[in-house]
């Protein structure tokens, strides 16, 4: 089971739980607190209905009486009471006078005047001066045949006379319960819908913010140059940036690791060179034209060391950063045709002939200092590998997809299939075929690095029977995107 999956259930269940709870103790203490405000209403009923009987009292209560005729078209007067969604057509109460011994003088029932209710709670409690209240059901069986009677004394000048009680079927109210119950569970639905969706919300969100922390490591791992993801939530991002800095840690003494091992290597052969050189420079009888030689071996093999030191370094740099500093708008023309300038000693030495097609108005936005370094690195390797004479393309277009490709060919001997995919490594180098040595081997590796820094690509391959050709791809200009990107 997946933790957003897990999360999503844990809240949900809850959220639900908690939410069913709190309705299921509204509910159940919904009747009683509508009974409780009935009371309420009775007990005012009662007293007033209490001080108009006592001025009554002295014409008695018998059928035909003022009290009982305006009791008689009460019980009749029609209703048309909307009360929320429950119509009220009929009046519902019930009331009953007793003396001080508890005998009915009135009801509206006339069937009981004359009964003995001394022993009803409602009566006997406030002939005793207390609060007289009491429900009683007509049928035992039947709660919804249930009453509430509330009683108030009579009083007169000579004291107290007689109870007044008022009572009401609780089965009026039930029609309000009901209609409260379903408001309540309607409620209750919404906030359990809204807890879903928020539940899920934030399943979402902590996966999702998981799955890019997870989604960084994994491209670290696999050696992509990726940098840590922004998380909204603190905790998150304090872990994202923990794990970026890990990362570089680590990566960061591999690196040094690697490259003291490969440098070391690397330098081993010049140094020879330059230490055989200068043993055999300190023999006295070494000839003038040997002696000339072995300086301008040692010449040639500092400056090779001079050079792997800077191409090492420049690549150090590009391999550990991560985006891109200082991106302008860079228009291909120019910059190949100051790069072709620079190289034009070099072309006039081998009296090569060079071609550049380059669309009109082709740009990209990169760094410029890497950009013409990548293309230094490939304009030195096609002239040291065209035989003199030979010839120079330089193109770049607009591909199919959205692309710039910048491409340049030089005839001459064709890579070796076994060299092909190794042609980017670091300290990988074919022999010259002038003169049969080796570059620093990282000038390719420079490249390719320049590359995936402005989210391009670099391919080598073969022209059967012509040449080279080396594809720098680099993404269009995007119009209104903002510059610095993360790689």
Known sequence: MRLGFRVFVAWFLLAGVGTLLFYHSIINQLPSSMRQASEEVLVDSSQLLAELSALHWDDGFAPGSAFSEALARYRQRPLNAMIWSREKTRTELVVYITDTRGKVLFHTDPDLIGEDFSRWRDVALTLRGAYGARTTRTDPIDDTSSYMFVAAPVMGA????????????????????????????????????????????????LTHSIRRLVSYVERVRHGERASPPVMGEPELDRLAQATGAMREEIEGKAYVENYVHTLTHEMKSPLSAIRGAAELLQEADLPEEARQRFTQNIDAESARLQRLIDRLLSLATVEKRQQLDSVERIDLQTLLAQELQAKQSLVSRKQLRVEMHVTQGLQVDAERFLIEQALSNLLDNAIDFTPPGGHILVRAELTDHAQVRVGIFNEGPLVPDYAIERVFERFYSLPRPDSQRKSTGLGLSLVQEVAHLHRGSVRLSNVPGQGVQVDLTLPQVQRGAAAGRRA
């Open 158 to 205: 000579e004291g107290l006379r007689g109870v007044l009680s008022v009572g009401q079927p609780t089965a009026s109210l039930q029609p309000f319960i009901t209609l409260a119950n379903a408001h309540f569970w309607q409620r209750g639905g919404l906030i359990l819908l809204a807890a879903l969706l928020l539940g899920g919300a934030m399943a979402y969100w």
